[in-house]
């Protein structure tokens, strides 16, 4: 239901852009984001769209660094991630929620797409 792309390998100071298509329901229709896991940390949110007023939040550590957007016509969320540092390096998972807010248990999530940060 949720399909994601756009990770890969990139040096410190890079840039990527993860996307994530929807198939069989809108994403304007739900709060939708960005997690990510690292290896041996917790999960944690990125950033995310709410579904009412598409307020935009993020994790202060990408503030002013990531930015997320939606494509309504092609049914898909942008991440676009600049000047990343190693310590962005994890696997990082779309989701959608049907609440006014992006919550620690949406409703789908994404197969997620490993962004590392490495020279």
């Known amino acids: 239901q949720l399909q994601a792309s756009g990770g890969g390998l990139v040096q410190p100071g890079g840039s990527l852009r993860p996307s994530c298509a929807a198939s069989?329901?809108?994403?304007?229709?739900?709060?939708i984001g960005w997690f990510r896991q690292a290896p041996g940390k917790e999960r944690e949110g990125v950033s995310c769209?709410?579904?009412?007023?598409?307020?935009?939040d993020y994790l202060d550590s990408v503030k002013g660094r990531f930015t997320i957007s939606r494509d309504d016509v092609k049914n898909t969320v942008f991440l676009q991630m600049n000047s990343l540092k190693p310590e962005d390096t994890a696997v990082y998972y779309c989701?959608?929620?049907?609440?006014?807010?992006?919550?620690?248990?949406?409703?789908?999530w994404g197969q997620g797409t490993l962004v590392t940060v490495s020279s």
């Open positions: 989701a959608a929620d049907r609440s006014q807010i992006l919550t620690s248990h949406p409703n789908y």
């Open positions: 069989k329901f809108m994403l304007a229709n739900y709060a």
């Open positions: 769209i709410g579904k009412r007023d598409g307020t935009t």
